[in-house]
């Protein structure tokens, strides 16, 4: 179920919202589809390629002081490896990257998953540090925009509301003993112990380092998409920052973003008034070159791995 209900909703999502457009826009959509500049698709790819070699040289900060140092190669086959299996069963990457350095490098498989969960650990603040900045850089377009849509006595309710479940909801983890709650504070005393663990790291500004490169070029790659299409080629860093944001988190909490993708960028683009269609054109060309570039380099990581360490096993 895991699996199948994200997929079958997204399926219901594309198909719900795409048959509303009408033969026009359905048109407009595959136009911009066709005459998209992928030679510049091309090169954000390569931004996602260097992000990840850069994740794979991160990696070895954090197995170094226990004395491992795998080559950065295998290091870069677990990750693309690791892509490629969240695609198809979410959160499977994790196990299947410690997996690959038990096999390949002899780091013991609690080891490397604890780095693993670190890593996520960091990456999962980044997220949470750039859609602060998103959200300060388009304060004024987003607070104009749903003050236009919605009262703004409403707005209070929903802020109090939300406020109020935000108090009941500490108080429940404070005094419950639920199996729910049991492993809400097991999360939240994984993050803190991950967060711990790389405070005390010896290259810890290092590690921070990289992971802010990592991130950077992230959005880099999501810019150098916009260029694709004459229609997003102008947009402001503030809108291209949101945008990333809200597409990362339908990676982030879905099976890759697979239906929810396209229609996010859409939605945010539509804010600031970017045509509906351009963003979904847009949101295609993005989620599509990404998926195919994931199955590229897991593929080609799962054929090459054995033979690279074939005087290894």
């Known amino acids: 179920m895991q699996i199948a209900l994200p997929l079958g909703l997204g399926f219901f999502l594309m198909w719900y919202f795409y048959s509303k457009y009408t033969p026009e826009q359905k048109e407009e959509v595959f136009s911009y589809l066709k005459n998209a500049n992928y030679w510049i698709v091309g090169v954000a790819v390569v931004l996602s390629v260097i992000s990840h070699l850069i ?3 991160r990696w070895n900060l954090m197995l170094e002081p226990m004395g491992y140092k795998p ?3 295998n290091n870069f086959f677990a990750v693309s490896i690791a892509y490629l299996m969240n695609i198809f069963i979410p959160r499977s990457g994790e196990v299947s990257r410690a997996v690959v350095l038990s096999t390949y490098e002899k780091v013991p498989f609690d080891k490397g998953f604890g780095t693993i969960i670190s890593e996520r650990v960091i990456d999962l603040l980044f997220l949470m540090i750039f859609t602060l900045i998103a959200l300060t850089l388009q304060f004024d377009s987003l607070y104009a925009f ?3 849509k919605v009262p703004l006595k409403e707005i209070g309710l929903a802020l109090a509301g939300l406020l109020a479940l935000l108090v009941l909801f500490v108080l429940f983890l404070k005094y419950s003993q639920s199996g ?17 663990s790389i405070l005390k790291m010896r290259r810890k500004w290092n590690f921070l380092v990289q992971s802010f490169i990592i991130w950077i070029l992230y959005i880099a790659s999501f810019y150098v998409s916009t260029l694709a299409l004459e229609a997003t080629a102008g947009i402001e860093l503030g809108v291209v920052i949101i945008t990333f944001v809200v597409g990362s988190f339908t990676f982030a909490f879905t099976n890759s973003g697979f239906g929810y ?13 970017i045509q509906e ?4 054109a847009l949101g295609w060309i993005v989620w599509t070159s990404n998926i195919l570039y994931i199955i590229a380099s897991g593929v080609f990581s799962f054929i090459v791995l054995p033979i690279y360490n074939r005087k290894r096993l």
């Open 55 to 57: 994740r794979a040289y």
């Open 71 to 73: 080559k950065l190669l």
């Open 146 to 148: 749903i003050t236009e």
């Open 180 to 196: 729910f709650s049991k492993k809400i504070k097991e999360l939240l005393s994984g993050l803190k112990e991950g967060i711990l």
């Open 261 to 273: 993708y396209p229609l996010a960028i859409a939605g945010i683009l539509l804010v600031f008034g």
């Open 277 to 280: 269609t351009v963003g979904t």
